[in-house]
Structure formats: C-alpha cells, structure tokens
C-alpha cells in the first residue's frame, strides 16, 4: 500500500490550519532541520482561494470519470516552468494511454539517487486527489519511487510530509497510480502551497514519469 499525505494538526484562532486526521497509513510531518529539500520550500498561499483551471476525464480509459487538471509541465512536453531537475531528465518515451495528447512523445527520467520537484500549486479541499503515470527501472520491491509534499499554509506554518511511495514490482511495465488523495484531508477553507518531490532510491533504480494530474472537483 502506498503511504499517503496527512497534513501536520495545528490550530489558531478559530481555525484548524491545514490538517485533517482522515487517513491511514500516512507519515507525520517532518523537521525541517537537515531536510535537503528545504531549499525548495514553496512560499505562503496569497489568499484563501486557489484558482480551479480547466479540467476533464483524461483517465476515463482506465475507468476514472473524474476531471482532472495538468500540473504545470506535468506531461514534460515542451516547456516545464517551475520544475527543478537535480539528475532527472526528459527523455523519449510516453505513457503509452497518451492521455494528454496523442502526439506526446517525452517523459521525466529520475535516475537513482535523483529527484524532481515540481512548480509550487495552490492546494484547498476543492482539489481532492492527484494521479500521475510511473515505471519502474527494476521491478523488485526495493526499487521505490518516494513523493515528498513541501506545504506552507498563510498561518506561517510550513514543513514536508511523504504523499505517497511506490514500490518497483507494481511498475515493471507503465501504470497509472492510483486516485491518490490530496485537498481532500484538507477542511474547507485551509489553503497551503505544495511542491512535490519525486524521488528515486540512491540503492534502487531509475524511474520514469509522466503526466501528473490533480483532480479540481471536490466529491
């Protein structure tokens, strides 16, 4: 099972910020002391609205009806504003369901030991859940590809927590992952800027990714 974001519980006056226990198997927020991503940490939310940009159901061949919203860059065709690559690369190769379009022809390498990180985006309850496409280099249980969230809310409160882990043996071949959630541990009215991290083990193998979707509709 994949480890899933639960946001870090903290209160202010008359308002829970940024977290809601809703979810299992999730990893609690981590210090910032020593933490190689801090460096990335995405800046405080404007406002308490984030903007709900255009959607549909790309992932209706494989069965999910829901609308969804590509990240920034997040299909690694063309421009990728906001991303930072530290090893990872573009490379030839889609997933092979050409969600986004069928003239697509790259996707995100992220060697051993390497990492990706995406464009901060505004994160409320109306964007729920998040889905992308991964294959593993090696498809041993070993082999993992790690999701890294850093959030900060408008309170000042910021920090990392894991969004979700995938073990090589379910990726041999191109996958999509899972609907996985997102805003929706978040209540009504949190608003927090989020970055993800995309990771591969130093010890594992290389990852392959692609089209990174949110979902903008609350269920």
Same mark, same amino acid.
């Given at each position: ?10 209160? #202010?006056?008359? *308002? ?5 226990? &809703?979810?299992?198997? @999730? =990893?609690?927020?981590?210090?910032? !002391? %020593? +933490? ?15 903007? #709900?940009?255009? *959607? ?5 061949? &494989?069965?999910?009806? @829901? =609308?969804?919203?590509?990240?920034? !860059? %997040? +299909? ?30 790259? =996707?995100?390498?992220?060697?051993? !030991?390497s990492n990706a990180v995406s464009p901060t985006f505004c994160l409320t309850s109306q964007l729920p859940s998040w889905r ?88």
């Amino acid at each position: 099972m994949p480890y899933v974001i639960r946001w870090p519980h903290k209160r #202010v006056i008359a *308002s829970a910020v940024a977290s809601l226990s &809703l979810l299992v198997c @999730a =990893s609690p927020a981590a210090a910032w !002391g %020593g +933490s190689p991503y801090q460096q990335y940490q995405p800046p405080a939310p404007a406002s308490s609205n984030c903007p #709900v940009p255009p *959607s549909s159901s790309v992932f209706s061949a &494989l069965g999910d009806t @829901a =609308s969804y919203s590509l990240m920034p !860059g %997040g +299909s690694f065709e063309g421009p990728t504003p906001g991303w930072a690559f530290n090893g990872a690369s573009i490379v030839a190769g889609n997933e092979p369901w050409s969600v986004n379009s069928a003239d697509d022809s790259q =996707s995100l390498n992220i060697p051993s !030991g390497s990492n990706a990180v995406s464009p901060t985006f505004c994160l409320t309850s109306q964007l729920p859940s998040w889905r992308f496409f991964a294959q593993a280099g090696n498809g041993s249980w070993g082999t993992q590809l790690h999701v890294t969230a850093l959030w900060a809310d408008r309170y000042g409160n910021s920090g990392q927590m894991t969004a979700t882990t995938l073990n090589g043996n379910g990726f041999t071949t191109w996958q999509a992952t899972s609907s996985l959630p997102l805003g929706s541990v978040l209540s009504p009215g949190n608003t927090v800027n989020v970055r993800f991290v995309f990771s591969a083990d130093s010890n594992g193998a290389a990852w392959n990714i692609d089209d990174v979707y949110v979902d903008p509709y609350a269920r």
